[in-house]
Antibody, heavy 118, light 111 residues
Framework: QVQLQESGPGLVKPSETLSLTCTVSGASISRDYWSWIRQPPGKGLEWIGYIYRGGSTNYNPSLKSRVTISVDTSKNQFSLKLTSVTAADTAVYYC????????????WGQGTTVTVSS | HSVLTQPPSVSGAPGQRVTFSCTGSSSNIGAGYDVHWYQQLPGTAPKLLIYGNTNRPSGVPDRFSGSKSGTSASLAITGLQAEDEADYYCQSYDSSLSGWVFGGGTKLTVL
């Protein structure tokens, strides 16, 4: 079955860049949409952005100036970079397979906690 | 605040029926975009519960159902069970933002 696994540093200093990778197994990264979503402590879900068709992207307007999502088809992975982080970026970060407007996000990673602190 | 509005909490006794509302606008639900619902058990990742307004993924019990009308959508749970205690989120597409939006989530307490 399809599985997603997030990986990356759990602690990032303010003003630095947060970098996470999502490794996909059981499905090809070249198909479907692949999203990043985050959840600050005690708060709701926030969509960060997605990548599809091997490289096209769409980002949340509130984060667009700081976000880059990319894909490595050779490793079946996609990645998130968020620049100039602050404490407000502290959250659990999830990656998910996104089946589009009609089908929702049907497979999620377990999530990885990222804390922004000096 | 969230683009999609959900009540912060809902409660019900075992065996009862509870409903969750998700209110949007003419740029998302009212524009005809589908609504999806997710269940997030404590300490776990969200799980797709309802997609395309009314459809259940394989493995989701038929106690869970979804509906949509106008600028709102609803999730219903019948025969409430203790293990249904979780946070529930709605999601749709918003044409003004050109991206996905989530509701703020509703916490279900089983009394």
């Amino acid at each position: 079955q399809v599985q997603l696994q997030e990986s990356g540093p759990g602690l990032v200093k303010p003003s630095e860049t947060l970098s996470l990778t999502c490794t996909v197994s059981g499905a090809s990264i070249s198909r479907d949409y692949w999203s990043w979503i985050r959840q600050p402590p005690g708060k709701g879900l926030e969509w960060i952005g997605y990548i599809y068709r091997g490289g096209s992207t769409n980002y949340n307007p509130s984060l667009k100036s700081r976000v880059t999502i990319s894909v490595d088809t050779s490793k079946n992975q996609f990645s998130l970079k968020l620049t100039s982080v602050t404490a407000a970026d502290t959250a659990v970060y999830y990656c998910a397979r996104d089946r589009g407007t009609h089908n929702g996000m049907d497979v999620w990673g377990q999530g990885t906690t990222v804390t922004v602190s000096s | 605040h969230s683009v999609l509005t959900q009540p912060p909490s809902v409660s019900g006794a075992p065996g009862q029926r509870v409903t969750f509302s998700c209110t949007g606008s003419s740029s998302n639900i009212g524009a005809g975009y589908d609504v999806h619902w997710y269940q997030q058990l404590p300490g776990t990742a969200p799980k797709l519960l309802i997609y395309g307004n009314t459809n259940r993924p394989s493995g989701v019990p038929d106690r869970f159902s979804g509906s949509k009308s106008g600028t709102s959508a609803s999730l219903a749970i019948t025969g409430l069970q203790a293990e249904d205690e979780a946070d529930y989120y709605c999601q749709s597409y918003d044409s003004s933002l050109s991206g996905w939006v989530f509701g703020g989530g509703t916490k279900l307490t089983v009394l």
